[in-house]
């Protein structure tokens, strides 16, 4: 909970569970809290899960108004039950809190831009119309000294894409609204970081029905250390995608069959959908060039295209694969829960030379007799650059992602494993710079050499 969301039911608290007659002082604390709440609506925001606050709070300061002036006192008898029923209208802010997405913990702030990418020599496979390929990026990077620091919205486009979310998790539409309230630390349109020279670039690519966002702390943490990392929006296959003009591409479920997902048709299918992400990804990597090599601009000469990385999350860590095996320019690739049933046999049976790493989840793990397993099993030998196949104990599929962050009951519905998500986090921070550091940059890494390991990290 955010701290007025803390401090105006700890008032009430106190006014209801105070064991002898209230002094003035005690008396005025619903006044207090009422007046706090006036302004957490313009600080902090509204939002529904206090809504059940939002009236017990006046009510109370009329009450305690009345006691003030000496008339009667709130008895013990009333007091207790409406003292229980304060505790169950704060269980629910508390239980569905405005998620933290941690600070960068690097020594550099972060800045950040969007773009909108038109790939005229591609077609749209997925809108039902003739129109050219359309994805949205978001470009993390290090901000140049002496930027202010800034606070930006974690989920950009919230009302649109926080519905699509909370349908994707079975839950009513206006569930996930208080993300609109997520705040990051990253200064929108500032200038990069040119003091230490070109920097090493890294493509980000989500899950199936994710977004571009979803890993935006991993981001962060990559971009305070010294790496541009361009996340990508797949269009059609993220949750929703809200373009420059307002137009949405919503989520297209018949691009992978559902009934029966272990049909060699859905193979088919994912391997062209796969496709198509690859060709985003090839085709960010160009625009960042094209950047890169302007006169002028925002990242005019400020990346090192002889270092570029790429990372990705379930279907997204497949595509990653596949680029990587298609495109030399990408040096290195992290795979975090990889699904490859989107990658070519080509790419399976031949695999490619980059360093590579590979991160799973216990939950997919566990999972020995699945088609995913079976496919990664044909396909191990052929990364010939790997630096390791790892599993995490307690894990979830999505505690690769910000997602197990929206609510201490994340486990409940599905969002992580028994890890705390903070262990989590500093794990995947961890080895995402030591892996990128290593083969980017040429710096020793402790854990990827496999000197220094966490207990939860186990050889797969």
């Known amino acids: 909970m955010r701290p007025l969301e803390i401090v105006i039911p700890v008032f009430l608290a106190l006014y209801l569970g105070w064991p002898r007659r209230r002094p003035l002082a005690i008396r005025l604390l619903p006044a207090l809290a009422f007046a706090l709440l006036l302004v957490h609506f313009v600080v902090e925001g509204y939002r529904w899960q206090m809504v059940p606050l939002y009236v017990l709070a006046p009510a109370l300061a009329v009450v305690a108004a009345a006691s003030a002036r000496g008339a009667w006192d709130l008895r013990a008898a009333a007091a207790l039950p409406i003292l229980a029923l304060l505790g169950l209208v704060t269980a629910l802010p508390a239980l569905l809190p405005v998620p933290a997405i941690p600070d960068a913990d690097g020594p550099r702030?972060?800045?950040?831009?969007?773009?909108?990418l038109v790939d005229g020599?591609?077609?749209?496979?997925?809108?039902?119309?003739?129109?050219?390929?359309?994805?949205?990026?978001?470009?993390?990077?290090?901000?140049?000294?002496?930027?202010?620091?800034?606070?930006?919205?974690?989920?950009?486009?919230?009302?649109?894409?926080?519905?699509?979310?909370?349908?994707?998790?079975?839950?009513?539409?206006?569930?996930?609204?208080?993300?609109?309230?997520?705040?990051?630390?990253?200064?929108?349109?500032?200038?990069?970081?040119?003091?230490?020279?070109?920097?090493?670039?890294?493509?980000?690519?989500?899950?199936?029905?994710?977004?571009?966002?979803?890993?935006?702390?991993?981001?962060?943490?990559?971009?305070?250390?010294?790496?541009?990392?361009?996340?990508?929006?797949?269009?059609?296959?993220?949750?929703?995608?809200?373009?420059?003009?307002?137009?949405?591409?919503?989520?297209?479920?018949?691009?992978?069959?559902?009934?029966?997902?272990?049909?060699?048709?859905?193979?088919?299918?994912?391997?062209?959908?796969?496709?198509?992400?690859?060709?985003?990804?090839?085709?960010?990597?160009?625009?960042?060039?094209?950047?890169?090599?302007?006169?002028?601009?925002?990242?005019?000469?400020?990346?090192?295209?002889?270092?570029?990385?790429?990372?990705?999350?379930?279907?997204?860590?497949?595509?990653?694969?596949?680029?990587?095996?298609?495109?030399?320019?990408?040096?290195?690739?992290?795979?975090?829960?990889?699904?490859?049933?989107?990658?070519?046999?080509?790419?399976?049976?031949?695999?490619f030379a980059q360093p590579s790493l590979f991160l799973f989840s216990e939950q997919y793990t566990d999972d020995t007799t699945s088609r995913n397993n079976e496919l990664f099993t044909r396909f191990r030998p052929h990364a010939r650059g790997s630096r390791g196949t790892f599993f995490i104990r307690g894990t979830g599929h999505y505690d690769f992602s910000d997602l197990p962050r929206l609510s201490p009951l994340a486990h409940l519905i599905g969002l992580k494993g028994p890890i705390r998500a903070a262990r989590m986090t500093a794990i995947l921070d961890d080895y995402l710079a030591g892996f990128f550091d290593a083969t980017l940059r040429g710096i020793r890494s402790d854990l990827i050499d496999g000197a220094r390991t966490y207990p939860e990290v186990m050889p797969r």
């Not at 702030?109 to 909108?116: L, N």
């Not at 059609?236 to 297209?252: E, H, I, K, L």
């Not at 062209?272 to 925002?298: C, H, I, K, S, Y």
């Not at 379930?314 to 990658?343: H, K, M, N, W, Y």
């Open 109 to 116: 702030r972060v800045g950040t831009r969007r773009f909108e």
């Open 121 to 351: 020599s591609r077609r749209e496979l997925y809108s039902g119309r003739d129109e050219p390929r359309r994805f949205t990026i978001q470009v993390w990077y290090p901000a140049a000294p002496g930027t202010t620091a800034g606070r930006l919205p974690w989920l950009p486009h919230a009302t649109t894409v926080a519905p699509a979310l909370a349908a994707l998790l079975r839950l009513p539409s206006f569930f996930l609204d208080h993300l609109a309230l997520v705040k990051i630390p990253a200064t929108e349109d500032a200038d990069i970081d040119r003091t230490t020279g070109p920097l090493p670039l890294l493509m980000f690519s989500h899950g199936w029905e994710g977004f571009g966002a979803q890993n935006t702390g991993q981001a962060l943490q990559l971009a305070s250390r010294g790496y541009v990392v361009a996340a990508l929006q797949h269009t059609y296959g993220a949750v929703a995608t809200v373009f420059r003009d307002g137009s949405v591409a919503p989520y297209n479920p018949a691009i992978l069959p559902e009934d029966d997902p272990e049909a060699a048709e859905w193979e088919t299918a994912g391997r062209t959908a796969a496709e198509q992400w690859v060709g985003d990804l090839v085709f960010a990597l160009d625009f960042m060039a094209a950047r890169n090599a302007e006169a002028t601009g925002p990242f005019s000469g400020a990346l090192d295209l002889g270092r570029v990385g790429a990372f990705g999350h379930s279907f997204g860590a497949g595509a990653t694969i596949q680029f990587t095996a298609a495109d030399p320019r990408c040096r290195a690739v992290l795979a975090e829960d990889p699904f490859l049933r989107g990658v070519s046999p080509a790419v399976l049976d031949g695999g």
